[in-house]
């Protein structure tokens, strides 16, 4: 064992691969085969009858991977359930080459296999364009500057209706490098009330308006009522951001008619009741599903897709385990080939992991948004700005290399 200097190779993606595998001399094609063969990618799919498992399962043996099905397929129980393929990309690509030809519907499933696939690949540095403007998550992880306008944020940094104090906020958080500033009137923590749509227009309005005009940064509209969100965008708002995952009456056409960005979130409930008991059969699962039907959603209504960005909803409708499990899994989520935003900032899992209140989460939200970049979130909702695009930056350097001469 010593004298060989065993290693467990941690190559966490296809560069990795190519690099330590290439470090041996091999040139291509050898070196894209030999590093294809070292991921294995784990696809679940949905509803897959039971005849229908059992010949994917032969399939997927005959390119040399595995199918795991439901042990009721073995005794001809059709019901249909999730499977799970395992293999290499190369393995895949010789999969979907013969499904077409087969029965029971493996074709659609070779279809949705090769979708998934191609979205997946495609999310590390996926695009996000509001309004004809990137908001740069093609080139880094994209920092949102959290302005609460409100009277009761949890986190106590409600600005009520100061509309000086919360347009210099807005303006520090642009020079510290937050790309986005997320602009809200409503507070969504558990047990909150609503606000009126005439009092979020008030207060809302006039400071998206200051900072369109002030900044670079690409404002965002913080709401659940397409009212309130039309008002922000013609006041030179580029984004909604909606935890409600633009359900309200009229949000989805109105994203579509300005050709804003938006923002899926899921959640379960309302911010009244999220927080009473949250139970989930399967978690990811259930968040998965609803945001691929948010999504399928608004591309049907005519929002474009390179405009839409998803979060899974920390902290929205989950226990303190659920939150920390989106976060290890958080990667799952760029099957829907959308960037990935996460809002852990202060939240109340931090503060009963480390007994911490609010203001005094900066480290554990550090350590919350280091995690989730290194999972695959393209975009971090954040309090503290200037510490946040700080870890950001660190976190981008040690996953994709640091660039010195652009540095200088």
């Not at 940094?157 to 104090?165: S, V």
């Not at 490098?177 to 909150?192: I, K, M, Q, Y």
């Not at 503060?351 to 999972?375: F, Q, S």
Request: hydrophobic residues 45%; proline residues 4%.
């Amino acid at each position: 064992m010593m004298e060989h200097r065993a290693r467990v190779l941690a190559l966490q993606t296809r560069e990795d691969a190519e690099r330590e595998i290439g470090g041996l001399g091999l040139q291509e094609p050898a070196l894209q085969w030999l590093a294809a063969k070292s991921r294995v990618v784990a696809v679940r799919l949905e509803h897959v009858t039971g005849r229908a498992a059992a010949l994917l399962k032969q399939e997927c043996l005959a390119v040399g991977c595995d199918c795991v099905v439901a042990p009721q397929v073995a005794s001809f129980d059709d019901t249909p359930r999730p499977v799970i393929v395992l293999a290499t990309p190369r393995q895949y690509a010789r999969l979907l080459e013969r499904l077409p030809g087969q029965a029971m519907g493996l074709a659609v499933l070779g279809d949705a296999l090769r979708a998934v696939l191609a979205a997946y690949e495609g999310c590390r540095r996926p695009r996000w364009t509001c309004r004809g403007r990137e908001a740069g998550t093609d080139r880094g992880t994209v920092v949102v500057g959290i302005i609460n306008v409100t009277s009761d944020s949890f986190s106590g940094d409600g600005l009520g209706g100061d509309l000086e104090a919360a347009v210099e906020q807005g303006r520090t958080f642009a020079e510290a490098g937050a790309a986005v500033l997320d602009v809200g009137a409503e507070s969504t923590r558990p047990g909150s009330l609503p606000v009126s749509i005439e009092e979020q227009i008030a207060k809302v309005v006039p400071v998206v308006r200051a900072l369109a005009e002030q900044t670079d940064a690409l404002v965002s509209v913080d709401t659940q009522f397409s009212e309130v969100a039309r008002a922000g965008l013609e006041a030179g708002a580029a984004i909604v951001n909606d935890v409600s995952g633009l359900r309200g009456e009229g949000m989805v056409e109105t994203v579509a008619e300005h050709g804003a960005g938006a923002v899926i979130m899921h959640m379960l409930g309302e911010p009244r009741t999220m927080q009473a008991h949250p139970r989930y059969k399967d978690l990811m699962t259930e968040v998965y599903d609803f945001l691929c039907r948010r999504v399928e959603a608004a591309l049907q209504a005519g929002v474009a897709e390179d405009a839409l960005a998803v979060d899974p909803g920390f902290g929205f409708g989950k226990t303190v385990q659920h939150n920390l499990e989106l976060l290890r899994r958080l990667r799952e989520m760029h099957s829907l080939g959308r960037p990935v935003l996460i809002g852990t900032s202060r939240k109340s899992t931090i503060g009963k992991v480390l007994d911490r209140p609010a203001g005094e989460r900066v480290l554990g939200t550090a350590a919350t948004c280091a995690v989730a970049i290194a999972h695959g979130a393209h975009a971090i909702r954040v309090h503290d700005v200037s510490d946040m695009v700080q870890v950001a930056r660190m976190t981008d350097a040690i996953l994709d290399g640091w660039d010195s001469d652009a540095a200088d």
